[in-house]
């Protein structure tokens, strides 16, 4: 008893040291505003605190990390004035805005259970009506259109210390993130715009533990300017709803094969006409499980940062490409007898295990320049093998992952001190690389789905 009450107090006290990090951060913000000088540096109580804290925490540190789950940190959350992310535009979006096609975006909803499930989801439109009027954000050289990117850093406190309560919900914050040319607010602009007669299929993005509905809003603005009706719904786990918590953490949260089956069903079938067999499925890192685990013929699935091969028939049956990288410090492209994240057989072993022929090739702009030119092609093994490589979130968009450097910049400490797993963050925030990669290989998948649904 008295050793869990002793774990208990150091989760206590990591919380707090988290908050007070951010309260001198803040603290120091305002000094700085109001640029009064005392003749030397006063250091503030929060900091002192802080001081105080940390040397406490020091002589527990291993005691805390024994009792923290050993999930990652990716983010932070929601704040009662919006901000303004620091990326806009990204060279991977600009290159996707520069594809034929406008697209409006709307903020849906299924019910899984009584839980209401929010659902990004954009399609592809021909704009112009008998009405008239343009569009909001229907320029092709820009758009206004904003999505509004919840990140509860209650959430992440809550999962990766094991509380059985949620944390104050004071730094949560709401980031501005800036959609791609020609993509448009789809209820308030209905009169200027029918939607496409060419629709090529469905696509539903899958993010991944600790991760948000626009972690592949690159994906969903290049797929849906391409003719695919896209669709990205939140999971129990995602960082942007504080209430919700996913099965495995002790929540009530709808399972991901609920949610799956359910926003295919409610959104894609019933609202826009396309059968299942008509639906690829994508997936980044817990999301790319998601991919391979689901039950069913799907036109395609592409399992990215994440790909393990589970048993039955219906992966082996549906096309597959497969994009790995040996710069992930999350899920290993070789195998690995320990580490954070324990020992892994690495995503090489597990292509190998299809059991049948795999097209190779690296991820040079080169090699994805002719992925999808030459016809049907699957299974396909995108592998990054080189010295420069993209870490486990290179993969997300650039507009998320700069949002969440903004978000976690106060907290960011705290988690390298306590040797909480990052998930990559930390690498993230050196090379800012997401634009690099995705630019080539947004439009890579979207060839590829083009080529193996034969459209």
Known sequence: REGERE???????????????????????TMRRKSFDSGGVRQSSAARRLSTIRRSLIGRRQMVLQTASPSVLRVAGRSSSPSSSSSSSSSAAASVGSQDGAVAFESAAV???????????????????????????????????????????????RILLRLEYLPPTWFDRELVLTASAGVIEGKENQSTFKV????????????????????????AEGLSKA??????????????????????????????????EEAV?????????????????????????????????????VAIAGFRK????????DPLLVIASRGDNVISLYPKSGGKFGPQDGVVSAVNSLGKPVSVIDGSPEALAGLGTQGAQSPVFVKYDGEEVPCHISFLSSRTNNAMVEALSSILPVAKFLNIPLLDFDVYEQTRDSDKYLSDLVPAVVRWLLSVQKV
């Open 227 to 260: 003719g695919f009706v896209v669709i990205s719904p939140e999971f129990a786990e995602t960082l942007s709803n504080p209430n919700v918590m996913p099965k495995q953490e002790g929540g009530e949260g709808a399972t991901r094969s609920e949610i799956l």
């Open 265 to 301: 069903s409610s959104i894609l079938t019933n609202r826009f006409g396309i059968p299942k067999n008509r639906v690829s499925l994508l997936g980044h890192s817990a999301g790319a499980g998601t991919v391979v685990q689901a039950r069913g013929q799907y036109a395609a699935r």
């Open 196 to 219: 496409s007669g060419e629709i090529l299929g469905g696509v539903v993005l899958c993010h991944g533990y600790l991760g948000s509905k626009y972690d592949l809003v690159d994906f």
């Open 7 to 29: 774990r208990e107090r150091d989760r206590a006290m990591a919380v707090e040291l988290m908050h007070q990090q951010a309260e001198t951060t803040a603290s120091r913000r």
């Open 310 to 317: 589970p048993p039955g028939e219906d992966l082996a049956r």
């Open 111 to 157: 019910s899984v259970r009584s839980q209401e499930i929010p659902v990004g989801l954009w399609y592809p439109i021909e704009l112009g009506s008998s009405q008239g009027g343009q569009p909001t954000g229907a320029s092709s050289s820009s758009s206004s259109l904003t999505y509004a990117h919840n990140i509860s850093v209650a959430k992440i406190a």
